[in-house]
């Protein structure tokens, strides 16, 4: 098999505008471009194991929310390639992070430890956050991964901002912002590209470009051919790749990442992926009422896991089945051992809600506090 060495041969195979999706593994397993070095059977099972991880984090997480212990999520199953490859693309702790709600698998590929995020689906003591944000929407102060948002696309401007505070202060840090295809609708997102294509910051734009914005598809959402077309017009490189090809996000991500970091200006990623599972646990996905079966089952066709599985045998290193299954048992193992951890430390006390934004607490907020403290029985 062909393997491509030095940073000559990546120029010519990551170009930005491309007509179809960069790729360079098919479902088979087969390379359709020399795969480069460092995708040693070695790096490809830690992949793998990052994807089966949010694979597995998804389905224990809905049982969680069947059980009634958490009240929100919204699954990235199908989109693991995508959110895996960006995270190993860039440089973990060190660049800033402004993710979105469904980017759980970006989390664990920077290294967030999954008992922080099962904390954050719980709002127990252990949050971060301490219950105050929305069940799923994730952050992780030590991991630079910036509070998700609900309201969609509202993370661009400030994601621009970051980056141009990075270039004012000169230092090799980047910015990463990722969005759905939906929130390219936002004036937000328009904001935020305008703006970093005109101060030149070092933000790197990642679309995830799952199809589907809930029930709205993409052939309604934009005019546009695709997304990256849109990066010409804020003077910054568009690139298309395959978003369930771990090898080629990882490729491309890094790619435009060192561009961006070497001082180039911003650039934008769209990664062409699928989401099979529902929008949220508030989805009528399960009825069928805007997507058909077929396509949901085409997709599932093209699953990025089993994509990584048909790379490690076409290379000599499979995964076999009982080795797939100790994996996913310890995964769980590890998700129960969390849960019961979070659990156990208890939920927040109602008064933290007027704590850590006032140091001066605002009259209507104090009446508030009054109230609420009149409401649970007068405890102090
Ligand atoms: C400003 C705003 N408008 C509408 C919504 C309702 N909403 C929640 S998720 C969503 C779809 C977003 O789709 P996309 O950006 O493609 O991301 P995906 O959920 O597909 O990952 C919408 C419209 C919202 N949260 N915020
Ligand atoms: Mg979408």
């Not at 593994?25 to 471009?33: I, R, T, W």
């Not at 969390?338 to 934004?357: H, K, N, Q, S």
Request: hydrophobic share 40%; charged share 20%; net charge negative.
């Amino acid at each position: 098999m062909a393997r491509a060495s030095g940073k000559e041969g990546l120029g010519q195979m990551i170009q930005p505008f491309t007509a179809d999706p960069i790729r360079f593994v098919a479902e088979d397993g087969q390379p359709v471009l020399p795969l480069p070095e460092r995708y040693t059977p070695a790096l490809l099972r830690e992949l793998h194991h990052l994807m089966l991880q949010g694979r597995e984090f998804d389905r224990k997480l809905i049982t969680l929310l069947r059980q009634g212990r958490t009240s929100f999520y919204s699954q990235a199953s199908g989109m693991e390639a995508t959110q895996i490859g960006l995270a190993k693309a860039i440089r973990a702790r060190h660049d800033w992070v402004w993710g979105y709600y469904r980017d759980q698998v970006l989390g664990l590929g920077l290294g967030v430890p999954m008992f922080t995020l099962i904390s954050q689906c719980l709002g127990s003591n252990t949050d971060e956050c301490r219950g105050r944000q929305m069940p799923h929407h994730f952050s992780a102060r030590d991991y630079n991964f910036v509070s998700a948002s609900s309201s969609i696309a509202s993370q661009v401007p400030p994601a621009a901002g970051s980056a141009m505070a990075q270039k004012y202060l000169g230092t090799d840090e980047i910015t990463v912002v990722t969005f759905g295809d939906g929130a390219t609708s936002e004036g937000d997102w328009h904001a935020g590209m305008n703006m970093a294509g005109a101060m030149g910051a070092p933000c790197l734009f990642v679309c995830e470009n799952n199809q589907w914005a809930i029930s709205t598809h993409i052939r309604h959402q934009t005019a546009s051919e695709n997304i990256h077309v849109k990066a010409r017009a804020y003077g910054m490189p568009g690139f298309y790749v395959d978003g369930n090809d771990v090898v080629a996000v990882m490729e491309v991500c890094h790619h435009a990442a060192e561009w961006v970091r070497a001082g180039n200006g911003p650039a934008l990623v769209e990664c062409l992926t699928y989401r099979v599972g529902s929008h949220s646990n508030a989805d009528a996905d399960a009825e069928k009422s805007y997507r058909t079966r077929d396509e949901v089952n085409e997709w599932l066709g093209r699953d990025p896991i089993q994509r990584v599985e048909n790379l490690l045998e076409y290379l000599g290193d499979p995964i076999s089945a009982e080795e797939r299954a100790g994996m996913i048992a310890a995964i769980h193992k590890q998700i129960d051992e969390d849960v019961l951890r979070a659990e156990a430390a208890g939920y927040p006390d109602w008064r933290i809600m007027f704590e850590d934004v006032y140091s001066d607490l605002p009259d209507h907020l104090r009446q508030q506090e009054v109230m609420l403290r009149e409401e649970q029985g007068g405890q102090a």
